[in-house]
């Protein structure tokens, strides 16, 4: 006796529950924008509530899951950055402001001689 099973995740209900989570969140999306006279707060408030039950729609399928499972990842890689200090990143911004500088000077100068060169060239300017 064959497997009458289907395999999880695959085939038409998977279609359908992105499709009613997309339409959700777009009419979410859409109704924000149109009651743009009501409260902010509230507005806010059933934009995320809609996403909620939008992900709660689509996290049970297959490429939910695997959403779901990237982002948990994705927090773990997170948690092992080290990340500058305060003082490293001041220094580091500091360097890169003087450089831009430095090489904007530079640019400067190097339009003023091509200018200079130019003008000599086809015989125009005083």
């Known amino acids: 006796m064959a497997n009458a ?7 038409l209900p998977d279609i359908v529950r992105w499709l009613v989570a997309t339409v959700l969140i777009a009419t979410a999306v859409v109704g924000f924008y149109f009651y743009d006279d009501r409260s902010l707060v509230l507005r806010v408030v059933v934009l ?3 996403a909620g039950v939008s992900v709660a729609i689509a996290y049970p399928t297959e490429k939910g899951r695997l959403a779901w499972s990237f982002l948990k990842e994705s927090r773990t890689e997170v948690r092992k950055v080290v990340w500058p200090t305060r003082k490293e990143t001041t220094q580091t911004t500091l360097i890169v402001i003087v450089v831009v ?3 904007g000077v ?3 100068i190097f339009d003023g001689v091509l200018t200079v060169v130019m003008r000599w060239l086809l015989g125009t300017g005083g």
């Open 5 to 11: 099973r289907a395999e999880p995740g695959s085939g």
């Open 48 to 50: 995320l509530a809609v």
């Open 101 to 103: 500088m430095i090489l």
């Open 106 to 108: 530079l640019l400067w």
